[in-house]
Structure formats: C-alpha cells, structure tokens
C-alpha cells in the first residue's frame, strides 16, 4: 500500500543517504490542497449524519406503536419498547412493587368514614333509584299499592345503613387486599393497554439520557470524520471508509450507552474530567419526575379503584359486597320483608337481592367518583415515591429506565450501524488524478 523507494522492494521508503522518501507525503498534502473542501467537510457531515441516526435511533425506540411490515417480526418494524411492553412494564413494576409500593401501606393511609360521608350522596340516590327499579320490576302490584311512607322508609333505611356497609367493606378488604387486588397486575394491564403511555414514561423520565446519547452523534461523529479523513488521505480505498465508519460508529454507540449507567460513583479519567453514569448522577431529579408521572398518569385513585372493582380478583370483592348488601336488605326491610316474600316468592326474593347487590357495584365507580380529591391527597403517592427512591439501592435505581436500553440493545447499536455507514466520497477535483496518493509516490519499475 506505502509507496517504496529505489528497486529494492524490501527497503522501508528510505532513499540512499537514509533519510526517508517524502515523495508519497507531498502527493497527499497535493491531494488535501486540491480537495481541501471535501476532507474539511467530512467531520462536519460526519456529525451531522451521527447526529440523525441517533435521533432515528431513538425514534425507532418508540415508534411506531404498532408493527408496519409484511411478517411480523423480522419484515417489519415496530418500535422496541411498544413491541417489548409487557416484558418492559414488568420489569420495572418488580421495582416498584417490591421496594417502593406496598399495597397494605397506602390503603392503611384511607380513612373509612372519610369515604363513607364522601360517597354518601351518589350513593343515596343510587340506592333510592336501585330500590324503585328492582321492586317495579319483580313486584310491581306490591310496589304500587304500597304507601308512600311505606316506601319513603324502607328506601331511607337502606340509605341510612349504606355508609355503615361501606366502612365494613373497607375494613374486610383492608384485612386482606391481596385477595381483591393485584397492584402488579394493574400497573402492567394499563402500560401495555396504552402504549403511548409507556412510551412517555421512558421518554420523560429518560429525557436527559436520551439528550445526552443524541447529541453525543455530534461529538463522536466528528471525531469519527476527523479520522476517516486521515484514511481517506492514506489509501483512498473504496472499503476503509465503510467499514472503518462502522466498527467505530458502533463502538461509540456502545460508549454513549454504557456512560448513560457507568459508572456508578463519580470516576476521575486521565486526571482530566470526572464523570458518573448520567442516570445515576440524576437520580433526584429522576425521582422527582417519575414520582409525578406515576401518581398523576398510572396509579391514580380512578385506576387503583377500576383495578379492585374490575380487576382480575374483582369477582372476590363482588362476592364480599353481595354478602354485605343481602344482610342489609334482611336488616333493613323490616316489616316489609314478609309480605315481600310473600308477593314474590322466596326464589325470586333471593335474586333481588343479587339484582341490588350487582346494580350497586355498577354504580360504585361512578359513587367513588366523588372520593379522587380526598383519595389523591391521602395516597400522596408522588410523595411517597420520591422518599422510597431515595433509599433505593443503585442497581434497584437503574432498573427503572435499563430495560429500555437492555431489550434488544444489540438490535439498536445494530441499527445505527446501519445508518451510519457512509458511502464513498466522490472523485476528487483533478480529472486527471487517476491514483491515489500513494500509488502516484511509487517509483517506476527499472
């Protein structure tokens, strides 16, 4: 590849007092000289292309939120992290359940009788509507015939006794949550349901993270042209840029990302710049904003209570709410209860009161409703997650954003392998510079 002085093929570019042959430099600084425009500007398209294969990068790390293709999953793309959401929330719910969040401890922090006399306005008025639609519908002739105070107290003493239900119910689930609700199990249905939702949550808890490795295509890119402009110089080969381009593109890929978690305490290098892994360095601000995010989009009052009342152990608290509102009825009909039975039938008494109980629970989210302000402030989940990240430890820390970057990172770097790689400069200016540098400097054959 060097071009070599005098006949003898073995000598080391060096002429015949020993100095070395500078004929092979000066046709390269000839060639810089006529094309000084096209090897200035390989660093600068150089960072300008690391530049946007990140930003594509990462946009192929959300999206698209589904997969656009012909056969799922190769022919195709769909955004990692839509494409990975179950396996992603999971794992960073295995943090949250088991150091941040317990069940038992935020339900402890809801004062029954707060939401006992918050809900029992909705819920009087459901009752009343309850009682008038079951009664017209299984014993219309007694309905009807009944007086109106007859009715007035029967309705007011199932009101009356609705909040006394309420506090019994929520000390029963208290005693025992796990059986009717699976936090888990809420937090992973809903982050997979809405994808757009998980996709936010990496985003912003990551956004310094993902600034830093976007704008690091800059700096390395330019670094990355500096030298391919040397190769370029030295072989004008059709291969080295390419692959050169490539190997270097990925091994800062793989550096952008190891330097967002590595390392984990504050390192000095070369006696010249301290660094510490950037999400690590973060972690208060991380708190900050994850707690936020997580009390104000995913484990809301509505959701928490959609998950109990609707969740996959839901069909556990509607068991112990029918239980409650059938004694009820027994307790509170009173001396209407005979001539109700009576009028029906001992069967069709028994699914009225199932009819009730189930048109209560139906209505119960609509009641629990009027409980999200006391419920929101009582929780004070977003609080509570910014002191229990604190006491994270920093493996269980970087937990929390890692699984974006772990699945399917080599697909990642690979892909921006990909886009890197840089096609091959045009000719140079001199038409009729047909050889590089190098070959130009070789003497002729004697």
């Known amino acids: 590849m060097f071009g070599l002085a005098g006949d003898n093929p073995a000598r080391q570019a060096k002429t015949g007092d020993g100095m070395l042959d500078t004929h092979w430099l000066h046709g390269i600084l000839a060639d810089v000289q006529a094309n000084w425009f096209l090897y200035a500007s390989m660093p600068l398209v150089a960072a300008a292309i690391g530049y946007g294969t990140k930003i594509a990068a990462i946009y192929m790390m959300f999206r698209p939120l589904r997969f656009i293709g012909l056969k799922p999953p190769y022919l195709g793309w769909q955004g990692i992290v839509p494409r990975n959401a179950e396996r992603m929330a999971s794992i960073a719910c295995d943090t949250l359940t088991a150091r941040l969040l317990k069940p038992e401890e935020l339900f402890e922090r809801l004062d029954p009788l707060r939401v006992a006399m918050a809900i029992d306005q909705p819920l ?102 500096c030298v391919q402009a040397v190769a370029w110089a030295l072989t004008h080969s059709m291969w080295i840029m390419p692959v050169f381009g490539g190997l270097t593109g990925w091994i800062s890929d793989w550096l952008a990302l190891k330097m967002v978690f590595r390392p984990k305490e504050p390192t000095r290098y070369l006696g010249l710049f301290t660094w510490q892994g950037l999400f690590i360095k973060r972690r208060h601000e991380v708190a900050s904003e994850y707690g936020r995010l997580m009390a104000q989009r995913v484990l809301t009052p509505s959701a928490i209570m959609d998950a109990i009342l609707r969740g996959p152990l839901s069909d556990r608290l509607y068991t112990m709410i029918q239980k409650e509102v059938r004694a009820a009825i027994d307790e509170q009909a009173g001396f209407a209860r005979p001539l109700v039975v009576l009028s ?103």
């Open 344 to 446: 029906v039938g001992s069967e069709k008494y028994m699914e009225m009161k199932r009819v009730v109980a189930a048109k209560i629970v139906e209505r119960l989210p609509e009641a629990m409703g009027h409980v999200e302000d006391y419920a929101f402030e009582a929780l004070d989940i977003e609080n509570t997650l910014k002191t229990k990240m604190a006491q994270l430890t920093v493996d269980e820390y970087e937990g929390l954003l890692r699984p974006a970057f772990q699945q399917d990172e080599w697909l990642l770097i690979a892909t921006r392998l990909f886009l890197r790689t840089t096609p091959r400069p045009p000719r140079r200016e001199n038409p009729d510079d047909r050889h590089t540098p190098l070959q130009r400097s070789r003497p002729a054959p004697t």
């Open 124 to 225: 009087r008025v459901a009752v009343e509507d309850i009682v008038q639609e079951v009664f017209e519908h299984y014993s219309p002739g007694l309905w009807s015939a009944a007086p109106a105070s007859m009715k007035r107290a029967m309705i007011r003493r199932v009101q009356d006794k609705a909040p006394e239900m309420i506090e019994e119910i929520m000390a029963k689930v208290g005693s025992d949550l796990n059986a009717v609700f699976d936090l888990k199990d809420m937090v992973v249905s809903n982050l997979v349901k809405d994808k757009e939702l998980l996709n936010q949550m990496f985003q912003e808890v990551g956004r310094g993270e993902f600034r830093f490795i976007r704008n690091s295509g800059i700096y390395f890119g330019f670094v990355i042209g």
